[in-house]
């Protein structure tokens, strides 16, 4: 916690260029973004950029650690209020679409990590594998009360993990948005019992 006002002062200047960081990666993708891009977008020069930050690696890394600690909260909460596996589904995927919702730079933001030439990045990048980390251990508790199938529970995590992601984006591009408890029960069930319509066997025909 700063307590004098230079230290006040660096915090202060430290979440400014953070944000604008947050906020240009959103527009202009990851790979494209500069340090005079942000300079620019926090309204400073560009050298103070580097009084607090040793390079656009740095302040891209830390902008994106501190911005999934929020996140990371959420998804423990929302996997602590525990439940059978399709109600813990229910609860993380309601809770982050809708705060994707309420924090589209910060969605933006983990988008750019995941543009096409960047997946390999974000899957490397240790706030991702936090998320997946707690998604794993939802997935493992179901596990031992045989709630979902013998399958590899980092797997599991990370196509739920996609799945919300990609629903999240496409809700961000309608003009229209389903209901979010539409949308919610969508990923719910796609990732509890597939999409594939039951078999009917000849004899149920008959």
């Known amino acids: 916690m700063a307590t004098t006002k230079g230290e ?10 953070r944000e604008a ?5 959103s527009r202009k993708g990851y790979d494209h973004v ?6 620019d977008e926090a309204g400073i020069a560009k050298g103070t950029v580097y009084l607090y930050f040793r390079s656009r690696e740095d302040v891209l890394e830390k902008t994106m650690s501190i ?7 959420l998804i423990r909460d929302a ?7 399709r109600e813990c589904v229910e609860q993380v995927v309601k809770a982050q679409l809708h705060y ?13 990590m ?3 030439l960047g997946e390999r990045r974000l899957r490397k990048h240790a706030s991702y594998r ?13 596990a031992e009360k045989g709630e979902v199938r013998d399958a590899p529970a980092e797997r599991i995590a990370i196509a739920l993990a996609s799945v919300i992601r990609d629903i999240g984006l496409q809700r961000m591009t309608e003009k229209n948005k389903r209901p979010l408890e539409a949308d919610v029960a969508f990923v719910r069930d796609f990732i509890c019992r597939g999409i594939a319509a039951p078999l009917v066997t000849p004899e149920e025909n008959v």
Do not use: K
């Not at 915090?11 to 260029?17: G, L, M, N, T, V």
């Not at 911005?67 to 909260?73: T, V």
């Open 8 to 17: 006040i002062v660096e915090q202060f200047r430290c979440q400014a260029i």
């Open 21 to 25: 960081a947050m906020r240009v990666v």
């Open 34 to 39: 500069t340090v005079q891009d942000i300079a």
């Open 67 to 73: 911005s999934f600690e929020e996140f990371h909260i």
């Open 79 to 85: 996997i602590g209020r525990g439940g059978t596996f």
């Open 100 to 112: 994707f919702e309420q924090q589209q730079e910060f969605f933006r933001l983990y988008l750019a």
């Open 114 to 116: 995941a543009e096409p």
């Open 130 to 142: 936090t998320h997946i980390a707690q998604l794993v251990t939802m997935v493992e508790a179901a």
